[in-house]
């Protein structure tokens, strides 16, 4: 697979993530919704899929700290998370705006976009009724 064809599945995501908004691929056969964009679906193997719009509401199916981050434009401590997102897809992001020992597997996040490196980042930070 050549990149020009991986950012072609992926720059409708990153189009809309500049806009705010929170997308993910759902087969059009079986309708699973998946994530990372792919040839097929994993489910049925359909190539026809489509990016739809997600509530960006989830919660935390597993995380892990990095207190060195790779540079000095990460924040420092980094939570990275595995997000179960309720539409049934999940997503690896940065869980923000909260110290790392504040977090909880299953915790309810919700979806936010931050200015990183010249682009938008779809990142999460913990629903009201997790705090």
């Not at 539409?87 to 996040?109: A, C, T």
Request: hydrophobic share 40%.
């Amino acid at each position: 697979m050549t990149n020009t064809l991986v950012a072609g599945f992926s720059s409708e995501f990153w189009e809309r993530a500049q806009e705010g908004v929170l997308v993910r691929p759902v087969c059009q056969s079986c309708q699973k919704s998946f994530f990372s964009p792919q040839v097929l679906c994993p489910r049925c193997q359909s190539d026809a899929w489509e990016y739809k719009e997600s509530s960006g509401t989830g919660a935390v199916y597993s995380f892990t700290v990095i207190h060195r981050p790779p540079d000095i434009h990460f924040p420092s401590p980094l939570v990275v998370a595995d997000i179960q997102l309720d539409e049934g897809w999940r997503m690896f992001s940065w869980i923000v705006g909260i110290s790392d020992s504040k977090i909880e597997l299953n915790d309810r996040v919700k979806v936010a976009f931050i200015n990183f490196s010249g682009r938008k980042l779809p990142v999460f930070e913990l629903a009201k009724e997790a705090i």
